[in-house]
């Protein structure tokens, strides 16, 4: 019934998943969300940021930012850590912003991943464009209204993920 929702992995965050593992898997391109995926909410991009996507470049991979955020919010993070795509107002779940992120880095669906930490919004869309969904704990709890009534629905969904 939840299905569509599942991430293919959960991971607590985004600095520990062995992006070096998805390269020799194939894997050369990676979508992000940003907002808790990377830093808090509205958070300017960090040390660990850049340093993390100066490895990612280093190991070979090509990434793009895909935010329903505003441009200055998505475009400030991307300059910020080097980065060369972005994609803000990305309605996601919709499928059209996890395709034009694939073709501007020039992947496909086959090689290549999502990293975001919403259910509702970044998985089941990655899941709807059939991209490789992982799922990452939210960096910071205080959230905005919306997002924690989502969190609730969303803890429903994981257990039954997790019985899976």
Known sequence: MFEKFYPNEYMDSTYSIDFKAYYDRG??????????????????????????????????????????NKEPRVKKFCEAVEGTYYIYKANKPMVGSYEKGMKLMGTDRSNTLFVGDQLFTDVYGANRANVYSILVKPMNPKEEIQIVLKRYLERIVLHFYKKS
Request: charged residues 30%; proline residues 5%.
């Open 27 to 68: 894997y050369r391109g990676i979508l992000f969300d940003v907002d808790n995926t990377l830093v808090p909410h509205n958070a300017p991009a960090d040390d660990r940021a850049v340093r993390f996507f100066r490895e990612l470049k280093d190991i070979g991979f090509d990434f793009c930012f895909m935010s329903n």
